[in-house]
């Protein structure tokens, strides 16, 4: 069992900045493969990042290439989202997953075996 806990959510005005982190505990985190995924009212989830338990391979939703940035410190079972530029659209739920498949999985959404409760992210125009 992996227990992912969010944090880092908040308002923020837009063309702002963000850092989400996701602890975990339970199992090795270096043996899993992590993501983001968002959820804005009305909609259905989304992949924002995913990146590999290395970190070596990194995968991101074409609507925030350039602006977020997925990162992991294995030694402190931590994975970050940095979100730069935020735009009013951003507004969501923003959620951590982690898979023990290869990170390219995760970017389907499938094949994910864990989940954390949710951070939100609101960004104001």
């Known amino acids: 069992q992996v227990q992912l806990v969010e944090s880092g959510g908040g308002l923020v005005q837009a063309g702002g900045s963000l850092r989400l982190s996701c602890a975990a505990s339970?199992?090795?985190?270096?043996?899993?493969?992590m993501g983001w995924f968002r959820q804005a009212p009305g909609k259905e989830r989304e992949f924002v990042a995913a990146?590999?338990?290395?970190?070596?391979?990194?995968y991101y939703a074409d609507s925030v290439k350039g602006r977020f940035t997925i990162s992991r410190d294995n030694a402190k079972n931590t994975v970050y989202l940095q979100m730069a530029s935020l735009k009013p659209e951003d507004t969501a739920v923003y959620y951590c997953?982690?898979?023990?498949?290869?990170?390219?999985?995760?970017?389907?959404?499938?094949?994910?075996?864990?989940w954390g409760q949710g951070t939100q992210v609101t960004v104001s125009s």
């Open positions: 997953a982690a898979t023990a498949g290869p990170a390219r999985t995760v970017v389907a959404g499938q094949g994910i075996d864990y």
């Open positions: 990146i590999s338990w290395s970190g070596g391979s990194t």
């Open positions: 339970g199992r090795t985190f270096s043996n899993y493969a």
